[in-house]
Each structure stands twice: as structure tokens, then as C-alpha cells.
């Protein structure tokens, strides 16, 4: 490969080490999954003449790679910064490449690609490893304030996640988004729906390179909260417990009375015990989590 024409001239008049920044300053992005591998590629140079190559990571420039072509010895330091990069690193012996398998968070940062021959030049790579990411939850709950029984209320929820974005969508359409950078414990986004909806949606948790779904089964999580709405004022749900206790106490004696008709009574039993859900705010209500959809 010639040089370019401004390139020779700065060697000529000025030094090479100019040159080598003509080349070197652009740094290449790189994004990458967890668990996958990259391999650093850079394919402007003539590597005719190059000898030696260097591969340095992190802010200390650590040595982890080095290829010496003239000797035809490829050197790999396993034990550099903790053994971070133990049986991770390949390089090719012919181009130089280098490649990080398996990679993990912890391999994010600077690589720097060192090459000296009749001339010297220097690549970097800006290497951003992202985490795998979980599929989100849907879950329903019925509310303390009542305003909003005739509609179904849903969290989309996502745990312990940083530099995501989560998402409701409507079809094709975004309804509501919220994006963090730092670390989130719990991350939830609230829809409303009726009950009644035959629209399609789904909540999507995505980062730069990537997104997961989770599909929203109306008919599934949404059932009305009138349940709870009827009982949730306190002395209401007193008067209706001393209701319920008495009633409780006639059955008793009727059990106690006509043992044969007990069968039916016992059924309608568990009906009183809804009221406990009117004790917490939030009563979510348990549900299977659904498959992921990949
Ligand atoms: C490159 O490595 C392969 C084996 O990995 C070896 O067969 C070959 O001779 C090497 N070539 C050079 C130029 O080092
Ligand atoms: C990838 O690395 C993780 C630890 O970072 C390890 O648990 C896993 O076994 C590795 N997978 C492969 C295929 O080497
Ligand atoms: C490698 O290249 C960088 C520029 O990216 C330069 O600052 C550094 O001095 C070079 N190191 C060697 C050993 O040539
Ligand atoms: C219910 O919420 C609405 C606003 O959403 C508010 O105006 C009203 O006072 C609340 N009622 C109760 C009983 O908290
Ligand atoms: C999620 O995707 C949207 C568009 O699809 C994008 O604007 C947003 O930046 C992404 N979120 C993150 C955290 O990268
Ligand atoms: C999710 O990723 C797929 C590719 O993996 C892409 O086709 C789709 O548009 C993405 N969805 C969103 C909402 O970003
Ligand atoms: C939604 O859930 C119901 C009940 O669990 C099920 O019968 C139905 O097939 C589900 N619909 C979809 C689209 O998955």
C-alpha cells in the first residue's frame, strides 16, 4: 500500500512519529455481548515490513499480546492484571489480530495495537462489553385509590440493570419509555389498560445492541379489582369482618346442625378471606412467569 501523498510529505519534512499519529489518532468503537467473542481488525496497513506488534489494554497500557514476526514468536501474558485475560486471547500470527473470547464486563476499556517496521504505526480499539439481558415481568395490581377500577393496571418490571432502557409498545407504537444509566435494583413502568383491549402489547427492555420482550396476555393477568375496591374504606372493611365472623359462627351452627348440606356451605367459605387484600397497597396478584420469548 503507497502512502498518502500529505502522509510521505510529513515523514519527509517533519518525523515519523506525526505520521504514525495521522494514523493512530481515531480510536475504533467496538460493542460487544458478554460471552461472545471480538476480534480487533484492522485492515489499512501494509504489513509487509512490520516486525513487531503490540497489544496493550487499560489505563496502565498493560502488555498482553506480542508477535514478533521476524522471530515467528507470538507471546500471550496470561497474568497480567490478575489473570483477567487467562485463555481469553488469540492473535493471528499474520495480520496481528487479536481475539478476546468469552468476553466479560470486566474487558471493556482501551486495546492499543502497536506496530514497528520501516514504519511504525498504532490502532485503538474502544471496546464496550454490554451484559446479557433479563426478559422483563409483567405483573397486575389493584390500587388503594379506587379511581382507576374500570381499567386494569400492569408494572413491567426488570432487576439489578444499568444503561437500559425499558419500554411499553402499543402494536408498533411507543407508549411510554423510561432510560437509566446507573444501577437499578428494580425498574418498573406502569400501563393501563381495559379489560376489554384487544390490542396487542409488549414491553421491551433494550441497551445499544440489544432488547428483550415480554408479550402482555390481558385475559391472563387482568382480572377486576372490584373485589377490593368494595371493602377498601376501614370501617367499611371492620363492619364487614364482624359481618363476615357472625356469619361464620351461623354456619358453624348450621355445620354443627345439618352435617349433610356442610359440602356446599365450605365452598362459599373462601369468599370472606378476600379482604385481606385491601391491607397493602399494592396486592400484586401472583402469576406464572411467562416463557420467554426470544
Ligand atoms: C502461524 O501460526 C501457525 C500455527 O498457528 C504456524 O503454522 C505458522 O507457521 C505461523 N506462521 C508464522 C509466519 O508465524
Ligand atoms: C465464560 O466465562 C465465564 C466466567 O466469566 C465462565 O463461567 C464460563 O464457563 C466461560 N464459558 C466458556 C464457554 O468458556
Ligand atoms: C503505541 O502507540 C501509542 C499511540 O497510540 C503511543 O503513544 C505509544 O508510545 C506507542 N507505544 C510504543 C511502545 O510504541
Ligand atoms: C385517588 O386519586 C385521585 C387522583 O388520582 C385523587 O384525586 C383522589 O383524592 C384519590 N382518592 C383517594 C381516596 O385517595
Ligand atoms: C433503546 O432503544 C432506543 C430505540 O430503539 C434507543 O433510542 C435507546 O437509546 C436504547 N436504549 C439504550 C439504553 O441504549
Ligand atoms: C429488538 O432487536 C431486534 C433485533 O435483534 C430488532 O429487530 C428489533 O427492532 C428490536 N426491537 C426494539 C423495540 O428495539
Ligand atoms: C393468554 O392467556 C390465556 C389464559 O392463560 C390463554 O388461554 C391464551 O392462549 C393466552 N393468549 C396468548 C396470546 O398467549
Known amino acids: 500500500m503507497d502512502l498518502p501523498l500529505y502522509c510521505f510529505l510529513i515523514i519527509y519534512f517533519k518525523s515519523v512519529f506525526v505520521c504514525a499519529g495521522v494514523f493512530g489518532d481515531e480510536v475504533k468503537s467496538v460493542s460487544v ?43 500471550i501474558y ?16 499474520q495480520t496481528g489480530d487479536l481475539t478476546i473470547t468469552n468476553i466479560t464486563t470486566q474487558h471493556t476499556g482501551l486495546y492499543q495495537k502497536n506496530i514497528s517496521g520501516r514504519q511504525k504505526s498504532s ?48 402494536g408498533n407504537s411507543l407508549l411510554s419509555i423510561i432510560s437509566v444509566s446507573d444501577l437499578n435494583i428494580r425498574l418498573s413502568l406502569p400501563l393501563e389498560v381495559e379489560y376489554q383491549d384487544t390490542n396487542t402489547y409488549r414491553c421491551v427492555l433494550n441497551n445499544t445492541i440489544t432488547n428483550q420482550t415480554q408479550h402482555l396476555n390481558i385475559t391472563q393477568l387482568c ?10 374504606d376501614t370501617t367499611e372493611v371492620v363492619i364487614r369482618l364482624v359481618i363476615s365472623a357472625l356469619v361464620t359462627v351461623a354456619l358453624v351452627a348450621v355445620l354443627a346442625y345439618d352435617v349433610r348440606s356442610s359440602k356446599d356451605e365450605l365452598k362459599k367459605r373462601p369468599k370472606t378471606a378476600r379482604y385481606k387484600v385491601c391491607s397493602t397497597k399494592y396486592s400484586e396478584r401472583k402469576t406464572k412467569p411467562a416463557k420467554l420469548s426470544r
Open 33 to 75: 455481548m458478554e460471552g461472545d467473542s471480538v476480534t480487533l481488525h484492522i485492515d489499512i496497513i501494509d504489513l509487509k515490513s512490520a516486525h513487531l506488534i503490540l497489544w496493550r489494554f487499560g489505563p496502565q497500557e498493560s502488555l498482553i499480546a506480542r508477535i514478533n514476526r521476524e522471530a515467528n514468536a507470538v507471546s
Open 78 to 93: 496470561n497474568d497480567v492484571l490478575d489473570g483477567r485475560f487467562r485463555d481469553r486471547l488469540q492473535v493471528n500470527n
Open 123 to 170: 490502532h485503538r480499539f474502544d471496546v464496550t462489553v454490554y451484559a446479557r439481558l433479563p426478559v422483563p415481568f409483567i405483573s397486575s395490581y389493584c390500587p388503594q385509590n379506587s379511581s382507576s377500577s374500570s381499567n386494569c393496571l400492569l408494572l413491567c418490571s426488570v432487576l439489578n440493570v444499568r444503561d437500559v432502557s425499558l419500554s411499553w409498545y402499543k
Open 223 to 232: 382480572q377486576p379489582c372490584s373485589d377490593c375496591v368494595s371493602c377498601c
